[in-house]
């Protein structure tokens, strides 16, 4: 996947300097740092194209340090974007701005960190993921990722042994969670797109999972996507579903997923509590349940 993300693939970029030596002297302390981040800045400022290729390869990049990959996520976001409005477009235009087949080989890139052993890059490509989304989704660009990370959850997992598998599915279902986040303001997705978005999440919810931080991740990110599921939650079937897999979450082993559960349980009843009357009598069982273990405990 690091060469996806452009000519810049390896160490050296434009310049004749070593991205990740850089990236490391800008951890330090004292001259180095001072000097390594005055370099980076200049190579972002002089040559924007050309630094999100390095900084994607530095963060796709299995053989970098960790702190490098990091970093290097850190800054590939914050070209994305701004907490300034007026900043936050200047970013925004800048990415589609670059050229169509670099944009594509940083996102494919990035996709493809997602099963990555190190938990903290994989959240840094995922929050990366969603910035991106924040920009294309409502231009109907970028159409194949959410189906792409629904089949994270089903059908890549063929052939992947079951570590693997579960670092695989962690990883999509903390992206589904941040694009979630990104896009509350924005209507940025299709119902269709609101669909294959809750069957990855239930999915990874499903009490058959065996991997408790799965089960935590897709929680926490049907949080996130409650906002766009109003269809769903009017028809009877899906919300069901969806209320029965909360509710399983709630009575789990693992006090996180719990706590987890509960809090979706609450959105749940503050956004469409009209729908719950036959909810309600077992909404509040579990939750006596759960108030006299703790009080057990």
């Not at 693997?164 to 999509?172: C, D, F, N, P, Q």
């Not at 999440?201 to 599921?229: D, W």
Request: aromatic share 6%; hydrophobic share 45%.
């Amino acid at each position: 996947p690091t060469q996806a993300c452009g000519t810049f693939a390896d160490m050296t970029v434009a310049g004749g300097f070593d991205v990740t030596q850089v990236l490391l002297a800008a951890q330090e302390h004292g001259e180095a740092r001072v000097q390594a981040e005055e370099t980076l800045r200049q190579f972002q400022e002089g040559a924007p194209p050309a630094f999100v290729q390095a900084m994607c390869a530095q963060l796709v990049g299995e053989d970098k340090p960790l702190e490098t990959r990091q970093l290097a996520g850190l800054m590939l976001k914050n070209t994305l974007t701004a907490k300034d409005k007026s900043r936050r477009l200047e970013a925004q235009q800048r990415w589609s701005t670059l050229d169509a087949a670099a944009r594509e080989g940083v996102k494919h890139a990035l996709v493809g960190v997602l099963g990555s052993a190190q938990r903290q890059a994989v959240s840094a490509a995922a929050q990366v993921i969603s910035k991106i989304a924040a920009i294309e989704f409502p231009h109907k660009m970028w159409p194949g990722l959410i189906q792409g990370l629904l089949r994270n959850m089903g059908e890549a997992q063929a052939g992947l042994p079951p570590e693997k598998g579960a670092v695989l599915k962690h990883g999509t279902l903390e992206t589904l969670g941040y694009i979630c986040e990104e896009l509350a303001d924005l209507e940025g997705l299709e119902q269709a797109e609101v669909n294959y978005v809750l069957t990855a999440i239930m999915q990874g919810m499903r009490k058959e999972e065996p991997v408790a931080q799965v089960r935590i991740a897709a929680t926490v990110a049907l949080s996130n996507a409650l906002e766009f599921a109003a269809q769903n939650f009017d028809t009877a079937e899906e919300r069901d579903y969806i209320v029965q897999g909360v509710c399983d979450c709630a009575i789990a082993a693992e006090d996180k997923l719990r706590e987890e559960a509960f809090l979706v349980l609450v959105t749940i009843v503050d956004t469409y509590y009209r729908h719950l009357g036959s909810y309600l009598g077992k909404i509040y069982e579990i939750s006596a349940k759960a108030i006299e273990g703790d009080a057990q405990d």
